[in-house]
């Protein structure tokens, strides 16, 4: 028994003293954003380990990387996070060379004038991942509110007279979405920091009582039917949508996409604390195949940037009704959709817009 126990200790000891020898990739990411079984595979295949850490907003992303916490390889972080994190020389620039991948996967020709046209000078520092739109999201059930929502778009955020006292409305409790979105009614610039516009801007927020302000937890809202308009995120309107699907209940919820809007993307950034360069960029490499791009986008369910992982999805049966019937797809009218993608605006401005939608919330 002894010579058992013994020889037992010692293959233990050497399965844990070679998992630990292992290289270890670190990726800095949000929760549920990457399917578990493709890491596994990853994982396999390279005989490395992977950690993901989780954060809940850009700004913790921002912190962890910028204090150097752990020597992350790899982050997704949104559009504007990313201008950021380069402006702050936080970022490492990719070789897209070790990425051969990510060029026969085929970039959504419209997320490409789009990244071209903002974010030209530093498309070599990243690596889109999936991307959408806002929306308004309203609940089906509430009788009149589908026909304000598609025939007045963004003016039932900031006309209390024309939606009426019974209609709930939720919103993002932001100050750049908000903001953002007052611009996008109103004409300006979404990334406007013009004093007049501005001023503007401040006199309609401050004008509209506003049911509930949230931010995760206005699409649950709506779906509950204690909302009846929310400002959402194409992401989390799509996470209830499925939520009403997997258990078989009626649909209640819908949402509409104006063509004047935002267009947000995450993509993978190599933080300047990388210590696996390789590795991460076979990570990249690995993420980019079509048939792991697929399996991932069916795990996340958002819309993923490549167009021929795209076009596969159309195939699968699960998702060819929910593209049909719902705005998957962020750009559906090239022709129509004018899309505009948040500018990281500096402390000063962000300031100035933080200022405005405490001040416009004070007011109510």
Known sequence: MKKVLVLFVFVFTAIILSACSRTTLYILNWGGYINP????????????????????????????????????????????????????????????????????????????KLQDEYFGDIESYFVPYFFGTLGIMYNKSKPGVKELVEQYEWRVFFDRELIGKNVKVGMYNSSRDAIGIAALYKGYDI????????????????????DRYETDFLQTLVAQGNLDIALVYSGDFFDELYNFLES????????????????????FVMPNTANNIDLAHKFLNFMCDVDVALENAIFIGYCPTSVTVFNLLKEEEEYKEIIE?????????????????YRYLGPDVARTYDEIFQRSKAAR
């Open 325 to 341: 019937n719902y705005p998957y797809h962020p750009i559906a009218d090239p022709e129509e959709f004018h899309g505009q993608i």
């Open 248 to 267: 078989d209940r009626e649909v209640t919820i819908g949402m509409h996409v104006p063509n004047n809007n935002n267009i947000w993307f995450d993509a």
């Open 191 to 210: 990334n406007t920091s013009n004093s007049e516009e501005l001023a503007d801007i401040e006199r309609l927020l401050s004008n509209m009582d506003y």
């Open 37 to 112: 079984d493709v890491v596994d595979q990853f994982e396999k295949e390279y005989g490395v380990r992977v950690v993901v850490d989780t954060v809940e907003s850009n700004e913790t992303m921002y912190t962890k990387i910028k204090n150097r916490t752990t020597r992350y390889d790899l982050a997704v972080p949104s559009d504007y996070m990313i201008e950021r994190l380069y402006q702050e020389g936080l970022l490492l620039e990719l070789d897209f060379d070790k990425i051969p991948n990510f060029k026969s996967s085929e970039l959504d020709p419209e997320l490409r």
